[in-house]
């Protein structure tokens, strides 16, 4: 069958403009604000999840969760695709996801003029290409004006076409899709995870260096938890790395992706400071949030989105370096936000790890679905960009972490226990403590994982899950939530055994 167009042909190209060029393209959609940085309104306010395919072919079996679109579809509406930009002036972009040697990616965009601060925000997020002209790895062609919403790509062509929204995260996360696809492809797994090392004394009193990848859904705290410094005094110190996706191979190696931080804006405020920092800079670029006339930023009006972003340069980002890639994931945390019965912290076993890996697990919240606020969620690695079986996933890092017996694994509940709230400070330290490796851990018999028994400073016997609940709702509370998870595991054939046995008392 005949391949998807991976060119575009237009009544005018604009090859590769610069940051003041696109920024001038877009003036006429700019407020901009008091600190002199861009803001813009999207007609879209998130991603269409519902609206996206994925074009299966022979050789790539959908997942459980994801949408198939036949070839000869896809095929008839990219050239109705190419027809429309016939007339069109658009966009030419090349830019590059990642900067090893061994994996960095060439991504193309073409994109109508009119969109052009989708654009202007993506080159804020990417890297410098040394060869423009070479064959890209990944096309993604964008016409936010298309009369209907769809979005649909082919995995193993390496394409996009976004046709409807003008949300910029459907331009970041086509690329980010097809990245995390190709090192799957490799035998390692892209990540939906933010990255960072603590350079910390550790129990021995030896100063090391410890990476961290954490997972985590929306509102669980992962942007927080990755941009903290931990109140670290040298010669300790935080070295963030990464907020978004990482792509690690089968040695523990993470390899970053982009060069800024796309952060939710809900909210924010000095007492933020890594973040606001970099928010009030001239180089950051802001869509749906409020802008007041006179250019002020209303963090904290939601009229707009609960969904405002802002893409903000790491360079400005205090505690980063210039690094992007973790040369390990010494510690692999999979945050979640629950009110009951998960305690502030627990170490995992390998087949443990990929249970939850699987099971990408935290509560709703307002931001999301009001409706369910306060209802299990769950997302395979907390990740909607998977291609392919979800399954695969979980096999293949169950598969990495017995070849890595050094990475461990750990869950941390950033919601509260038995209504006993679980703080940022809280978390924070813990983090600390697993980074020096002085928690002493005890077995919990209900989940086979162990828990944080003692760390020095912090009082844990405050959050004790069965001081909580009478013996009977507590064991009511364990059965509900093993079922939930057993029903959910078995959504996704394929998966081993030990890994469905993982959520299971021992």
């Given at each position: 069958m005949e391949?998807?167009?991976?060119t575009?042909d237009?009544?005018r190209?604009?090859d590769?403009?610069s940051?003041?060029?696109?920024?001038k393209m877009?003036s006429a959609?700019?407020?901009t604000?008091k600190f002199?940085?861009a803001s813009?309104?999207?007609?879209?306010r998130?991603?269409?999840a519902?609206?996206?395919?994925?074009v299966?072919?022979?050789?790539?079996?959908l997942?459980?969760?994801q949408?198939?679109?036949a070839?000869?579809?896809?095929?008839?509406l990219?050239?109705?695709?190419?027809?429309?930009?016939?007339d069109?002036?658009?966009i030419r972009?090349d830019?590059?996801?990642?900067l090893?040697p061994s994996?960095?990616f060439?991504?193309?965009l073409?994109?109508t003029?009119?969109f052009?601060?989708?654009?202007?925000q993506?080159?804020n997020?990417?890297?410098?290409l040394?060869?423009?002209?070479?064959?890209?790895d990944?096309?993604s062609i964008?016409?936010p004006?298309w009369?209907k919403?769809?979005i649909?790509?082919?995995?193993q062509?390496?394409i996009?076409?976004?046709?409807?929204p003008d949300?910029?995260?459907?331009?970041?996360k086509?690329?980010l899709?097809k990245a995390?696809y190709?090192?799957?492809?490799r035998?390692?797994?892209?990540?939906?995870?933010?990255?960072?090392?603590?350079?910390?004394?550790?129990?021995?009193?030896?100063l090391?260096?410890?990476g961290f990848i954490?997972?985590?859904?929306?509102?669980?705290?992962?942007?927080t938890?990755?941009m903290h410094?931990h109140?670290?005094?040298e010669?300790?110190?935080v070295?963030?790395?990464?907020d978004?996706?990482v792509?690690?191979?089968?040695?523990?190696y993470?390899?970053?992706?982009?060069?800024g931080?796309?952060i939710?804006?809900?909210g924010?405020?000095?007492s933020q400071?890594?973040?606001?920092?970099?928010?009030?800079?001239?180089q950051?670029?802001?869509e749906?949030?409020?802008?007041q006339?006179?250019g002020?930023?209303?963090f904290n009006n939601?009229?707009?989105?609960?969904?405002?972003r802002?893409?903000?340069?790491?360079?400005e980002?205090?505690?980063?370096?210039?690094?992007?890639d973790l040369e390990?994931?010494?510690?692999?945390i999979f945050?979640?936000?629950?009110?009951?019965?998960?305690?502030?912290v627990a170490r995992?076993t390998p087949e443990?790890a990929?249970?939850?890996?699987m099971l990408?697990e935290?509560?709703e919240t307002s931001?999301?679905?009001p409706?369910k606020?306060?209802q299990?969620?769950?997302e395979?690695?907390?990740?909607?960009?998977?291609?392919?079986?979800?399954?695969?996933?979980?096999?293949?890092l169950l598969?990495?972490?017995?070849?890595n017996p050094?990475i461990?694994?750990y869950?941390?509940?950033?919601g509260?226990?038995?209504g006993?709230?679980?703080?940022?400070?809280?978390s924070t330290?813990?983090?600390?403590?697993?980074?020096?490796?002085?928690?002493r851990w005890?077995?919990d018999?209900d989940w086979g994982y162990?828990?944080?028994?003692?760390?020095?400073?912090?009082?844990?016997?405050?959050?004790q899950p069965r001081?909580?609940?009478?013996?009977?709702?507590?064991?009511?509370?364990v059965?509900?939530?093993?079922?939930?998870?057993?029903?959910?595991?078995?959504?996704?054939?394929?998966l081993?055994?030990?890994?469905?046995?993982?959520?299971?008392?021992?």
């Open positions: 391949t998807l167009k991976r575009v237009a009544r190209i604009i590769n403009p940051l003041e060029e696109l920024r877009a959609k700019e407020r604000t002199g940085s813009y309104l999207s007609q879209m998130n991603r269409s519902k609206a996206t395919f994925l299966t072919c022979e050789g790539f079996p997942g459980v969760d949408q198939g679109m070839p000869e579809k896809a095929l008839a990219a050239t109705q695709v190419h027809e429309f930009l016939q069109k002036d658009v972009m830019r590059q996801l990642c090893h994996c960095s060439h991504c193309r073409y994109i003029k009119d052009a601060s989708i654009p202007f993506w080159k997020m990417t890297f410098e040394p060869n423009k002209e070479q064959e890209p990944f096309v964008y016409v004006e009369p919403r769809i649909f790509c082919h995995p062509e390496k996009t076409y976004i046709l409807g949300y910029f995260g459907e331009c970041k086509s690329f899709r995390m190709a090192i799957k492809e035998g390692g797994l892209g990540f939906h995870a933010g990255s960072k090392v603590l350079r910390i004394v550790n129990k021995e009193g030896n090391r260096e410890v954490m997972f985590g859904l929306s509102g669980t705290g992962k942007t938890l990755t410094d109140e670290l005094m010669p300790e110190r070295m963030i790395r990464q978004d996706v792509l690690m191979n089968q040695q523990g993470c390899f970053g992706t982009e060069n931080f796309y939710k804006t809900e924010l405020d000095e400071r890594v973040l606001y920092q970099a928010a009030v800079s001239p950051a670029i802001f749906n949030v409020m802008v006339e006179d002020t930023i209303d939601v009229e707009l989105t609960s969904n405002g802002g893409v903000i340069l790491r360079g980002v205090l505690g980063t370096d210039n690094k992007i390990k994931a010494d510690k692999i945050i979640t936000r629950r009110n009951d019965i998960i305690p502030p995992l443990q990929a249970a939850y890996f990408g935290s509560i931001a999301g679905d409706t606020a306060g299990s969620k769950r395979v690695g907390t990740n909607p960009f998977i291609m392919g079986p979800e399954a695969e996933e979980g096999n293949r598969e990495i972490l017995r070849t050094d461990e694994c869950i941390l509940n950033t509260a226990v038995g006993k709230k679980i703080t940022i400070q809280l330290e813990i983090m600390k403590a697993i980074a020096k490796g002085n928690i005890e077995r018999d162990e828990v944080a028994a003692e760390i020095p400073g912090l009082a844990m016997s405050q959050y001081k909580y609940y009478d013996t009977q709702t507590y064991d009511e509370l059965a509900k939530l093993r079922q939930e998870r057993r029903e959910w595991l078995n959504k996704y054939p394929g081993k055994d030990e890994i469905l046995l993982a959520v299971e008392p021992s």
